[in-house]
């Protein structure tokens, strides 16, 4: 009888820890989505304060720019977190990281388009055409746009074991996106360099990962 009593109260306790971890997890990624847009929100401060500086469209491109390749980092940093803490809910917020990765990456091209060349599309394809940085940009953002849309629980069911291969594509988007910052500051190139080196080391974790580690 004991025994029962002891094994009942075990089982009880499983759905509370199990509510209570979601509690917690769905805490956690609310804090995480409103931390996520604080530098939108700032930019749109500056913008409407007109405290940009003397050249506004440099300062959202970069900044939104810097934010992309932020944000894929700290996205595909969500698996190593895992693995090195033993904890899931770096993979819980995976996904959303990333779609804050294609929002900044969304307002950095609606910049360019809107801004620098107000819809002149002739121009802009001559751009990507005949300079590289651009082309590197543009090609960056459509792998983006191809995850963005297959992010889905319901994509990754209908793609299968495809939906991993086309998502292992963000390391391309990653590299297309530091070569993209390299060729661009042209003179400078340490951040550029830093972004890219933390881009290699991930990749390299997940190069070298665990064999029974299959995410």
Not at 22 to 43: M, N, S, T, Y
Not at 46 to 57: I, M, Q, R, S, Y
Not at 131 to 137: L, N, Q, V
Request: aromatic share 12%; net charge positive; charged share 20%.
């Amino acid at each position: 009888m004991a025994l029962d009593m002891v094994e009942a109260e075990t089982n009880s306790s499983k759905p509370s820890a199990r509510r209570s971890s979601e509690q917690w997890q769905g805490w956690l990624k609310c804090l995480v989505f409103l931390v996520a847009l604080v530098p939108f929100f700032l930019l749109v401060e500056k913008t409407f304060t007109d405290e940009l500086g003397a050249d506004p469209v440099e300062t959202l491109t970069k900044s939104t720019g810097i934010w992309t390749l932020k944000f894929l980092l700290i996205t595909l940093a969500m698996t190593p977190i895992k693995r090195l803490l033993g904890v899931a809910w770096p993979m819980k917020l995976r996904r959303m990281l990333g779609l804050f990765c294609f929002f900044y990456a969304t307002l950095h091209l609606g910049v360019y388009l809107i801004f620098d060349h107000d819809f002149d599309w002739a121009a802009i394809l001559k751009d990507v055409v005949k300079r590289p940085y651009i082309t590197a940009g543009f090609s960056a953002f459509v792998i983006l746009l191809l995850l963005a849309v297959t992010s889905s629980k319901a994509m990754m069911k209908r793609l299968g074991k495809r939906w991993k291969s086309l998502h292992q594509w963000v390391y391309g988007a990653g590299i297309l996106g530091c070569l993209h910052y390299l060729w661009l500051v042209k003179r400078d190139i340490t951040n550029p360099a830093l972004y890219m080196i933390g881009l290699l080391v991930l990749l390299s974790m997940r190069l070298f990962k665990r064999p029974r580690d299959s995410r």
